[in-house]
């Protein structure tokens, strides 16, 4: 992790300069939509949380239009646990039966929800909270995944976890009319009006596609994607990105994130950034500097 960079040790000089190397992403980015998967440390150490909030009310009154959608696996897994129940876990997704439904609709839709409501209002944001069941903007089925390394047609049923079968982006534009930031819990809704958990990280490439956005930003828990020897790797695309899931490069809880940003890339978003949601403002270091904290994937 980098070191913090105290206000006193830079100089005004310096305050300037990192303000004018701004400037050409600003004029770049100005009314454009950024999609951000928030998850990961960012969302549970008390600083980071802080800076996250901060850097979303910039981007806003610099005139981007940023869009949050947030994860909350460790307060769902504390959660759990607190009720004796063990959390479980197929190919990245999360095994939901009714019970766990329950927790998960109530930790995400409520209590992590709010906290980032709150803290972006503190900040001076608008924020508004939503989740996919409100004006029904997230519809959805009940996702059966394929069996890695069975015939095809072997699917596993792991309960209320819902596949996207639609977004309705007229809320959002809305509300980015009105200069509001929405802050999205990646619940949706069936048919017959059935709660379904779905993975953030999935909800947040969808929405992106879907408000044709500039960028995906997906904060994690590690530098980026690495390679084998645990080497950064800054700048993929999709061809690659293929490549290292077919060799095993890329696995667990890392495939929901990638597969969301390859379909993301490959269906008109510009550029997708998985980043070090560890990192002091890594929001703005990775949308606003020269110097980016994670890996880039192109559409091309």
């Not at 607190?82 to 039966?97: A, H, L, N, P, S």
């Not at 990646?186 to 992106?208: Q, S």
């Not at 690495?226 to 290292?244: S, Y």
């Amino acid at each position: 992790m980098t070191q913090p960079v105290h206000q006193q040790d830079v100089t005004p000089a310096r305050k300037a300069e990192i303000l004018a190397e701004a400037l050409p992403y600003i004029k770049r980015f100005f009314d454009k939509t950024i999609v951000i998967k928030y998850g990961g440390n960012a969302m549970t150490d008390p600083h980071l949380k802080d800076c996250f909030a901060r850097d979303v009310v910039l981007l806003k009154l610099v005139g981007l239009n940023p869009v949050v959608v947030h994860g909350g696996g460790p307060q769902i897994e504390n959660l759990l646990t607190r009720m004796g129940k063990k959390g479980e876990f197929i190919q990245g997704m999360r095994v939901t039966d009714a019970e766990t439904m329950e927790v998960v609709e109530m930790v995400l839709g409520g209590q992590v929800n709010k906290e980032i409501v709150n803290l972006i209002n503190k900040h001076g944001g608008k924020a508004v909270g939503l989740t996919g069941k409100d004006a029904g903007f997230i519809r959805a089925k009940k996702l059966l995944m394929q069996k890695h390394g069975a015939p095809v047609g072997d699917l596993i049923d792991v309960g209320q976890v819902g596949e996207i079968t639609g977004i309705d982006p007229s809320l959002i534009s809305f509300l980015d009319q009105g200069d509001f930031i929405p802050v999205i819990a990646p619940i949706g809704v069936g048919e017959e009006g059935e709660t379904y958990n779905i993975n953030a990280d999935v909800v947040a490439g969808k929405l992106a596609e879907i408000l044709h956005a500039e960028k995906l930003v997906l904060l994690t828990n590690t530098p980026g994607v690495l390679d084998k020897a645990g080497n950064l790797l800054t700048g993929l695309t999709p061809r690659q990105i293929d490549d290292l899931v077919a060799d095993g490069t890329l696995s667990g809880g890392m495939l929901p994130k990638i597969g969301s940003a390859l379909d993301a890339a490959r269906n008109g978003v510009k550029s997708v950034h998985i980043i070090d949601g560890r990192v002091e403002h890594c929001l703005l270091l990775e949308i606003l500097t020269d110097h980016g904290v994670g890996t880039m994937i192109k559409s091309k």
